[in-house]
């Protein structure tokens, strides 16, 4: 942390700040755009003053004030913004009270421009700096009323644990102080000599295992300094032995195939900076502010970036994954899957799969128009509006389907787009867990092949995980059910929360960093998201 002020026994000195000028204070306890009755703090200003004992001793700041502007100026080990607890200003105005002695007037300001300030950061540590809402995310932010921030400083100090309070205040949910751990070991970095400037791009389009490559050195610092490489390996002379086993590990961690060979996007890849992944970090701190996890003791979890469905459960105050799996999301160009969080509360065994109108008028008629034998190979059938089914293709039937007056289904079967099971977890946006019958997608890095709704790798495994508690759902009675092709719907007992998240870094693998392409555009939208509120304020 930054020492803004040391002390001895006694009086307090000021130490230097790099940086600033006590002269340049002009209205010493006036700082630029604090507001001092902002209502989300407080209400009352008497009150205030009654509840949080003065920052000031004998008119000194006291420790307590050096431990607030220190943690607002290592705001940034949080991924942060200093400026916007204007620390700058505060530490100039604190550092010229203590050289002037402050008088009650000017010392009563202070403390409510630094109890304030200190407010703000608690409260966007706590629970994040904007509404998630704001990314058309379909899940709300925590309320404010949880979490009063003026009231936890004035007991905390109150109670001389003002520390323990500010380190209380962080996020206790998964992954949070390790993705913060390591977000600032790449802080520490800064900018290495290896990233001053770009590697050479491959004599031809990509550089394969055994090549020679004027940028060997180069590439190898860069692992070493991600801990890819071992610190003592030796530069070959061609690409080639350990430095290909390093360059597959950098591009398993950046969520890329694993063969060696650096094409243009591993090329991109390894270009990025360490101050840049400190950003990347920095925007996943604080979607876990905001994310709700763990709402209820079992919890699903899909990550779309990584592809990657788990399970949860919790035991008194301790997280157990009981469940990690492989997922296939909605096409990033045109059918993405929603940010979102609802409840499990049905599972339907040989589901039949109502075709969505949209995709039945983009793709499901005109192949139909075109192939009419489409409509038995895929076991589709017609709903009318009483109801009725019709098993036969007519011309008739598809202008009815076009029209929104019939819909067009698929029957329970091998064929069947959503496998033999489906997760039901009712929103406005009609995406659910399912199967598939293209079960080799899978083996792709990148998976994004979907309409929207999320296709699962272990279906049965994920049964069991849902339908725990059931002992009568065996392993045995979930594969008969999915195999049974009559369509049948089980209410949930205790209603699950399916959490569909997103982050591109993702601490995993006994602490290992990964990073994910930002398929979505959501960091590039959360980031501008955070240069509006900043700006705001």
Request: charge should be neutral.
């Amino acid at each position: 942390m930054l020492a803004l002020f040391t002390f001895s026994t006694g009086a307090q000195t000021p130490s230097g700040i790099p940086g600033t000028n006590a002269a340049a204070v002009e209205a010493p306890g006036i700082i630029p755009g604090v507001n001092v009755t902002n209502p989300d703090l407080f209400q009352d200003a008497q009150l205030q003053e009654a509840l949080v004992p003065s920052w000031f001793q004998r008119g000194r700041p006291g420790a307590d004030a050096v431990l607030a502007l220190n943690t607002l100026a290592d705001a940034e080990t949080h991924g942060l913004n200093p400026q916007d607890y204007h620390v700058a200003e505060l530490s100039r105005a604190f550092e010229q009270a203590a050289n002037d002695h402050v008088e009650p007037a000017m010392a009563a300001r202070l403390d409510d421009q630094l109890t304030e300030a200190l407010g703000r950061y608690l409260r966007d540590l706590h629970q994040g700096r904007l509404n998630p809402e704001i990314l058309q995310h379909r899940f709300k932010a925590p309320p404010l009323s949880t979490f009063d921030p003026r009231s936890i400083i004035a007991e905390a100090r109150t109670a001389g644990r003002l520390a323990q309070a500010l380190n209380d205040a962080a996020p206790e949910v998964p992954m949070y102080e390790s993705l913060r751990a390591t977000m600032n070991a790449y802080r520490a970095m800064g900018l290495p000599p290896a990233w001053q400037r770009d590697l050479p791009a491959p004599p031809a389009r990509s550089l394969k295992p055994g090549e020679e490559y004027t940028g060997l050195a180069t590439l190898a610092a860069r692992l070493i300094a991600l801990s890819d490489l071992p610190p003592s390996t030796i530069v070959p002379t061609r690409y080639e032995g350990e430095l290909v086993d390093a360059v597959r590990r950098f591009q398993i961690r950046h969520g890329l195939d694993g063969d060696g060979v650096i094409g243009p996007t591993t090329l991109t890849e390894l270009n990025v900076t360490p101050p840049q992944r400190v950003r990347q970090m920095a925007l996943t701190l604080e979607r876990l502010r905001w994310t709700p996890l763990l709402y209820g003791p079992r919890m699903i979890v899909v990550n779309v970036p990584e592809f990657v469905l788990r399970a949860y459960e919790t035991q008194g105050n301790r997280v157990r994954l009981d469940l990690e799996m492989r997922v296939i999301v909605g096409r990033a160009l045109d059918t993405r899957t929603p940010i979102f969080l609802e409840d499990m509360r049905f599972i339907e065994f040989s589901p039949y799969w109502n075709v969505p109108r949209s995709i039945a008028r983009s793709e499901t008629l005109p192949r139909l128009r075109r192939d009419p034998s489409y409509f038995t190979q895929q076991g589709f059938e017609f709903v009318a509006q009483d109801g009725k089914t019709v098993h036969s293709l007519s011309s008739a039937a598809i202008d009815a389907v076009q029209r929104g007056e019939w819909r067009i289904r698929q029957r329970p079967g091998p064929r069947n787009a959503l496998g033999d099971i489906k997760f039901i977890f009712p929103n406005d946006q009609n995406i659910y867990l399912h199967h598939t019958p293209a079960p080799q997608l899978f083996s792709r890095v990148r998976r994004d092949f979907s309409h929207g709704c999320i296709r699962i790798e272990s279906p049965v495994q994920l049964a069991l995980f849902v339908l725990h508690g059931n002992p009568e759902w065996t392993e045995i009675r979930i594969d008969e059910a999915m195999k049974a092709g009559k369509s049948r719907t089980i209410k949930l007992e205790q209603p699950i929360p399916v959490l569909i998240a997103y982050s591109t870094a993702v601490v995993k693998n006994g602490g290992k960093v990964h990073f994910y392409p930002d398929i979505y555009k959501q960091d590039a939208r959360l980031e501008q998201a955070l240069r509006d509120v900043g700006r705001a304020h």
